[in-house]
């Protein structure tokens, strides 16, 4: 038996939201707070919002992938085919071709590549090699990227921990500690590529997404971009909806992104500055959202 599902008051109690902060997001305001990073490569923020809609109405909204209409930095997605783990629809764009080199890869991963006589196909083969590796064997299958403190099985982990802490639902602490292929319920997992503008330059994600859904009485969506051409190592977001009294959908989203750019000496400012960086696109992203399912 589930555990009864938290008021939204109970909700941002357990997330150790400001009083403040919880009055202006009922009233509709989009609020952000920084929450401690799970390790020193971690940018993480909270985002609440209230959507003025129901819960049905913004389950649908997530399932028909509308999220990514609101991202500005997306400028394409796709599914991965779980048996052939080919990226459907998959096509470079200008520009990105001539970055591949520059990509994140493991070690091995760029001496193959630069032996490849045709790049594009290689690295193709490499996202899908990943793919199914993730797929198969979990965080336990993600090759590091070449180069110092680039583990990302290591910082999705920390992030896995850091989500255990809040989470009671049996159900969701089972499909978030699972390896996708060996899931007791398979259909709630998906895998998807995305191209992004990246601060630096376009780059290629995969994604591995986690719907949960409680009946009428919330859902819970986990996206692990478990591979980042560029710009950052990986990232984990979680979004838990619960309906409100008035039959609206109260969102709280928590985004854990890591870069090795914010670690080592001088850490703790330089994940502040990437923190105030990141809360702009997030509040607009979330805005945006509110805006479409009105």
């Not at 110092?148 to 809040?166: C, E, G, I, Q, Y």
Request: proline share 3%.
């Amino acid at each position: 038996m589930s555990p009864p599902i938290p008021t939204v008051d109970e909700l941002a109690k357990k997330l150790g939201m400001q009083s403040a902060n919880v009055s202006a997001f009922k009233q509709g305001t989009v609020v952000t707070e920084e929450r401690d990073a799970s390790n020193d490569k971690d940018l993480c923020l909270l985002v609440a919002a209230m959507i003025d809609a129901p819960l049905e109405k913004t389950w649908q909204f997530v399932l028909d992938e509308k999220v990514a209409t609101c991202q500005d930095a997306n400028l394409k997605q796709g599914h991965i085919n779980l048996e052939t783990f080919e990226l459907e629809g998959f096509k470079f764009e200008v520009g990105t071709e001539a970055n591949l080199s520059k990509y994140n890869m493991s070690a091995k991963e760029a001496k193959d590549f630069s032996h490849a006589k045709d790049k594009q196909a290689a690295f193709l083969q490499m996202l899908s090699n990943r793919a199914k590796s993730f797929w198969e064997k979990g965080l336990k299958g993600i090759e590091p990227y070449e180069g110092k403190n680039h583990d990302v099985a290591n910082d999705l982990d920390t992030a896995n921990k850091s989500l255990l802490k809040v989470i009671d639902n049996p159900q969701v602490r089972e499909e978030v500690s699972a390896v996708p292929s060996k899931s007791k319920n398979p259909a709630v997992h998906s895998l998807g590529w995305s191209i992004v503008q990246g601060n630096s330059m376009t780059s290629i994600v995969l994604s591995h997404a986690i719907r949960y859904k409680e009946g009428d009485k919330a859902f819970v969506v986990i996206t692990r971009k478990f591979y980042s051409g560029a710009d950052f190592d990986s990232s984990m977001i979680t979004a838990g909806v619960i309906p409100t009294s008035d039959g609206k959908s109260a969102m709280f989203y928590v985004n854990h992104t890591f870069s090795p750019a914010v670690a080592g000496f001088g850490g703790g400012a330089k994940r502040s500055v990437g923190r105030k960086m990141m809360k702009g696109a997030l509040v607009e992203t979330m805005k945006k959202a509110q805006k479409a399912l009105t």
